[in-house]
Each structure stands twice: as structure tokens, then as C-alpha cells.
């Protein structure tokens, strides 16, 4: 790969981070925090490029006379085509959008569910609209600590487990989504009869002591008591940022 092709994949690939980075499409790989810096690295990738290419012009005369040298010679060394490989991550980044995790992912990893640091007054409502970790933090180590017997409404896509047990799931980042965690959310009550996995829910309930253990890991896994369940579209951001390790 000569500089030409070298300053080329690094526009391209600098304007694909600004692409992401200016719509939605950065929310599947990155939290939405991590914008400004996925921005400034695709403005330093296309300056990058424009160095590249100008200091290679810079070159191009006197490269010229030095593989004219080398064939006189009888040695022209030819660029490797196994650098070629490196365009496949950025085809890969413009034309494959990765769907968010799912419930695939979501019932084959344990719940990333862990003691919270305190338990902040409930916000005013009725509903009172929660993050799904914060109300499982709430439920199974706080045992309903501040809920009472007031109605949460939490949001999240459906799973369901080899029972056919539902879950209301919310995949919690650290970072990116290579770092993604399920956090569940067993639902019992008024359940829909039928549920489709990976459909969004947003579902309407009460504090249960009811709980499970979550057979990857062990972990608690709280439940809510369902009075209403209304399926949504997907999120604008279907990660959950609140929880951190």
C-alpha cells in the first residue's frame, strides 16, 4: 500500500468517525460520553491524511527517479498486498451498522447487577419513571427500599430464558458495546401471553420480594409485578449508561 492509497483509507476512515459521530450510528459502538472523542479522532484522522498526501507529493519526484533506479537495477521492491487487509475493518465500518446486543447476548452472560453506593429519594410521578438497573439495584439489594408500594415504569427488551421465563433486559455499558452487560429484570403479574425476544417493552408495575438467581452467574435477578405493558420502539440509545463497575 503506497502513501496515495495510505492518505485515502485515512480520509475515508476519518470521515466514517464523523459520519458515526454526527448521527445515531456512534450509539451502537461507543456510550453516547464518548462523542467528542470519537469526533476529535476523526478530525485528526483526516488531517492526518491531508499531511500524508501533501508530504507525499512533496516526494513524488524524487521517488519516481528512485524506482527508475531500482528497475535499471533489476530490484523493484513491490508494497506488501497483505496491507490491503487493513480497508476491511473500514468497509466493514461504512457499510455494516451492527444491530445493538440483544437477547442472544443478554441470556448467555450473567447479570452485571451489583450492590449500589446508595439508594437517591424516588423522583416525583405516578408512574415513576426508573432506569431498569436502578430499579433492580432498588429491588434485589436494596429490597424495595423507597418503593413501597408506588408504581416504576422501566423500559427494556425482552428475553427469555429456556423455560420461557420473561425478562425485561437493559445491556449496561462501561465504554463500548465489546464491554456490554445485561442487567434482568424478571416479570410476573400481568405479562402479555405472548412475547416476542428482543421486542421493547415499556411495562408498568410494583415492588415484588419475589427474585431469581441467574444460572451464568448466580447473581440476583429482582422482579417486578406487572400491571400494564405497552411495546415500544426501539430507543433512541438502547445501551444504559448508568451503571458503572
Not at 43 to 60: G, H, P, S
Not at 126 to 131: I, R, T
Request: glycine residues 8%; charged residues 20%.
Amino acid at each position: 500500500m503506497n502513501r496515495h492509497a495510505q492518505a485515502v483509507v485515512l480520509f475515508l476512515t476519518g470521515t466514517a468517525l464523523l459520519h458515526a459521530g454526527l448521527t445515531d450510528l456512534y450509539l451502537r459502538y461507543v456510550k453516547a460520553g464518548l462523542r467528542p472523542l470519537l469526533l476529535a479522532a476523526g478530525a485528526v484522522l483526516i488531517v492526518t491524511a491531508a499531511a500524508t498526501a501533501w508530504y507525499d507529493l512533496r516526494r513524488a519526484r524524487a521517488a519516481r527517479r528512485d524506482r527508475a533506479e531500482q528497475r535499471e537495477a533489476g530490484h523493484v521492491h513491490r508494497e506488501p498486498w497483505v496491507s490491503w487487509l487493513l480497508v476491511l475493518p473500514l468497509l466493514a465500518l461504512i457499510l455494516l451498522a451492527p444491530p445493538a446486543l440483544g437477547s442472544y447476548s443478554a441470556m448467555r452472560t450473567g447479570t452485571a447487577l451489583q450492590a449500589p453506593f446508595g439508594y437517591p429519594p424516588l423522583p416525583a410521578g405516578n408512574p415513576v419513571p426508573l432506569d431498569l438497573v436502578d430499579y433492580a439495584g432498588r429491588a434485589a439489594y436494596g429490597h424495595g427500599r423507597g418503593l413501597g408500594d408506588r408504581k416504576v415504569r422501566i423500559t427494556g427488551f425482552v428475553a427469555l430464558d429456556g423455560a420461557g421465563r420473561p425478562y425485561l433486559v437493559r445491556m449496561a455499558l462501561s465504554c463500548c458495546a465489546a464491554d456490554a452487560q445485561p442487567v434482568k429484570v424478571g416479570l410476573t403479574g400481568r405479562v402479555p401471553p405472548v412475547l416476542q425476544p428482543d421486542s421493547w417493552l415499556t411495562v408498568v408495575g410494583t415492588y415484588t420480594p419475589e427474585h431469581a438467581e441467574d444460572p451464568v452467574n448466580g447473581r440476583r435477578i429482582p422482579y417486578l409485578d406487572v400491571s400494564l405493558a405497552t411495546v415500544v420502539p426501539v430507543p433512541h440509545d438502547p445501551y444504559d449508561e448508568s451503571w458503572n463497575t
